[in-house]
């Protein structure tokens, strides 16, 4: 369960590159629809998968400026942000994939309910929310490293 976004989002990568692929031998014959939904959930998950290994994107100019004592402080205050704004956009994102169940419409090409291509909205978030609960635990609690890259290269090379 641990790796569950970076398994899924492996096999969204190789689906979104055969996909890719076909579609330039074949432009008009698969579906370039397809390709964007698969891009689009990749994402989400990929994002999750990142967060718990430590290796998203952080701003970090105020933790340089401040001395090192306050720098902790302030990481968990971002993250503690970072959270509040994934749960409202779980919820938000919740509502609006219920709001498109009530007004039933589908893709263009390939007749896809809106709701379960949108339905990534509220669950990649949800995902992002666990994640960084389990990151800020592991590194605000339990003193943990805030990157995994070394250990999970470790893990695989055993």
Do not use: C
């Not at 302030?74 to 704004?85: E, G, H, M, P, S």
């Not at 263009?108 to 809106?114: C, D, K, R, T, V």
């Not at 609960?133 to 070394?150: A, D, S, T």
């Amino acid at each position: 369960m641990r790796n569950f976004e970076r398994n899924l989002s492996w096999i969204l990568l190789l689906t979104l590159t055969l996909m890719l692929s076909a579609q330039v031998i074949a432009r008009y014959v698969f579906f370039e629809e397809g390709s964007r939904i698969v891009f689009i959930w990749f994402i989400y998950l990929t994002i999750s998968w990142i967060i718990i290994q430590g290796r998203h994107i952080r701003v970090n100019a105020i933790e340089l400026i401040l001395p090192p004592a306050w720098s902790r402080l302030i990481a968990f205050v971002a993250d503690l942000i970072w959270l509040a704004f994934n749960a409202l956009m779980t919820w938000y994102g919740y509502l609006y994939v219920m709001s498109e169940i009530e007004v039933y419409s589908e893709t263009a090409i390939l007749q896809i309910p809106e709701a379960a291509v949108h339905a990534i909205i509220p669950l990649g978030f949800a995902l992002m929310t666990v994640r960084l609960v389990q990151h800020m635990v592991r590194v605000y609690i339990y003193k943990g490293p805030e990157v995994l890259y070394e250990t999970e290269k470790l893990e695989e090379e055993l």
